[in-house]
């Protein structure tokens, strides 16, 4: 029983990692109906300055704010400079583009912080808490990672729901052209949305480094899975992305715990999970299945 | 007589400066070659509704799109408030003071027919992105007189009781007053209207009516309808285009006796059949006398 807890929980805290990177996929889908491969070196070029200030000597904290400003600084340029061009032209161009830019910035994070493996730090312990004199399964760690991911959800959930410019924005997603006609900057909240899909991009990938080790190509294995947990949910449907990612860090949590060589076998599971999702339920677990064409 | 009264008669023209006059001069629009519209001129006069008909094809969308700056035109001037627009962007429209409604509905499907209001309301917010985010006072006011906004919007068109639901589960007149009450919300000197009958019932049409005659002690309308009995009704002036040329102008009276309208109209293709049987219908049965 303790196990299965301890599996379980595990589970949920990389799924609330998978909801976020997924989140950031879901964000840039709808508003400019790009898949931002890209999505994963951006949050480990971010991951690496936070790095570099904590090996400076700055707090943790410090470095987390700066990553995550920087973050948003990153989506945004990215946006305007090289994905504007490509934006309402043919998907291909898109994909190879933010598939170029993956590339880039991975070689660009080794050139810059070098390619070894360098270990980062967690802000808080990992050892269980301690209840009536035996150790549970969670941790001050995992604890934080939901936390941190959830406060983000809500001021997300906050903005697009009860400001204007998130009105705006959700707008300009939904109809470019409309949302024009009726005096919204379009150009503007496109920008506005890489920034904010990026800043959740960095967060997840400040916290799967947490307590581990962080080399260029570290956030590789996010892509796949945050990939995967944003088509459970239907690429269309932030919550989708959020369930999706829960979804699929239970699945592989139990995987991992359960299967006998179970660690080897956790990136085809997600990719399995992919597969029959694909063929049970095209459009997602979230979206009704016209909803996606591309 | 003459030299005194020069004075007083420019001071009036500046007076009653264009406020909200829209002159389209000599457009002329060509896609690849192909001309859609030739030396087409009209001008929507402060507090009038301008009708624009003529069979399909005929270029009333061209020049609708010329208006609010989804289509530049190869030439010919668009002058607003005495301002000639050379750069005219869609995305000024509402700044400048003119709304328009699609071919339609146009309704985001996500969103609340009330936040699909806000969004029509959208110039008049104040608060930046930064008090947005950061959740300050400022922008709580500014989101409240936004939602107030919307809502009386919504209240004026009957539609407030929808203002929860999601447009797809409302019937398409509902979703069409929306729409209306979207634009109508930024409070626009100019109301562009894009066949805003379409779909309707009779009796929602005469509402329809009714309510184009009320808002125009408040802005000037250009309307494009299919519906003659309605365009005769409501409009002030009308302008009628064939094959991207204008054939004919002047009140509704004047429009329905002139001959090359009735031709246009009954010349055209079985897609006009209808249209062209209207026209017959609101001329009162003049082919028999």
């Keep these: ?36 491969f890209a999505q994963g070196s951006m949050a480990a070029a971010t991951t690496f300055i936070a790095l570099a200030l904590i090996q400076a000597g700055q707090s943790y904290w410090v470095a987390l704010i700066v990553a995550l400003l920087s973050g948003f600084l990153l989506g945004a340029v990215v946006e305007r400079v090289i994905i504007r061009p490509v934006e309402g032209g043919p998907e291909l161009n898109a994909v190879i583009v ?99 899909a990026a800043v959740v991009g960095s967060l997840s990938g400040l916290l799967i480094a947490g307590g581990g ?39 592989l949590s139990y995987v991992n715990g359960y299967v006998e060589r179970g660690s080897a076998l956790v990136s085809v599971a997600a990719l399995v999970i992919l597969i029959v999702v694909l063929l049970v339920r095209p459009g997602g677990l979230f979206s009704s299945t016209t909803a996606r064409r591309a | ?88 962007r869609p995305s000024q429209l509402t700044k400048l003071g003119i709304s328009r409604t699609l071919q339609g509905v146009g309704l985001f499907p996500g969103m609340t027919v009330l936040e699909n209001v806000m969004v029509g309301a959208h110039r008049h917010g104040r608060a930046g992105f930064l008090s947005a985010l950061l959740a300050l006072p400022t922008s709580d006011k500014d989101e409240r007189l936004l939602r107030e906004r919307a809502m009386r919007a919504l209240t004026e068109l009957n539609a407030e009781k929808f203002a929860g639901r999601y447009p797809g589960s409302l019937p398409y007149p509902v979703q069409k007053r929306v729409a209306l009450a979207r634009a109508l919300v930024a409070e626009p000197d100019l109301l562009l209207l894009d066949e805003p009958a379409s779909g309707l019932a009779e009796d929602e049409m005469h509402e329809l009516g009714e309510l184009i005659r009320s808002v125009v002690s408040r ?33 509704p009276e004047q429009v329905q006796n002139d001959p090359a309208v009735t031709e246009a109209y009954l010349g055209d293709a079985v897609d006009a059949e209808a249209d062209a049987a209207e026209l017959t219908h609101a001329e009162g049965g003049r082919t028999h006398g």
């Design chain 1, 1 to 36: 029983m303790d196990y299965f807890v301890n599996v379980t929980l595990t589970g949920l805290t990389q799924g609330m990692i998978y909801s976020a990177f997924a989140l950031a996929l879901v964000l840039i889908w709808r508003s400019t109906r790009i898949v931002n």
């Design chain 1, 98 to 196: 933010t598939l170029g830019l993956f590339v880039a910035i991975q070689a660009l994070i080794a050139i810059v912080f070098g390619s070894s493996f360098q270990s980062f730090p967690t802000p808080f312990g990992v050892r269980g808490f301690e209840v009536g004199g035996s150790t549970i399964p969670l941790t001050p760690t995992s604890l934080y990672v939901i936390g941190s991911v959830l406060i983000t959800m809500a001021l997300l959930v906050a903005l697009f729901r009860f400001t204007r410019i998130g009105l705006a924005m959700r707008a300009s997603a939904f109809s470019q052209e409309v949302a024009r006609l009726l005096g919204v900057k379009v150009g503007g909240m496109l920008t506005l949305g890489w920034g904010l």
């Design chain 1, 213 to 251: 080790f962080v080399y260029p190509a570290y956030m590789d294995s996010l892509i796949v899975f945050g990939f995967v947990a944003a088509i459970i949910g239907g690429l269309d449907s932030p919550v989708g992305a959020i369930v999706g990612g829960l979804i699929l860090g239970l699945a």
């Design chain 2, 1 to 88: 007589m003459g030299p005194l009264a020069q004075p007083t008669g420019s001071q009036r023209t500046h007076d009653s400066a264009p406020t909200s006059r829209l002159e389209l001069t000599g457009i002329n629009v060509a896609f690849g070659g192909v001309l859609a519209l030739t030396d087409v001129s009209l001008v929507v006069e402060p507090g009038q509704v301008h009708g624009l008909i003529g069979p399909n094809g005929a270029g009333k969308t061209t020049l609708f799109n010329v208006a609010c700056g989804l289509v530049r035109p190869t030439s010919g001037r668009i002058v607003w408030r005495g301002e000639e627009m050379r750069r005219l």
């Design chain 2, 219 to 251: 802005m000037s309308v250009l309307l494009v309808e299919h519906h003659m009995d309605l365009v005769m009704r409501v409009c002030d002036q009308i302008t009628v285009l064939d094959s991207g040329k204008q054939i004919a102008a002047g009140t």
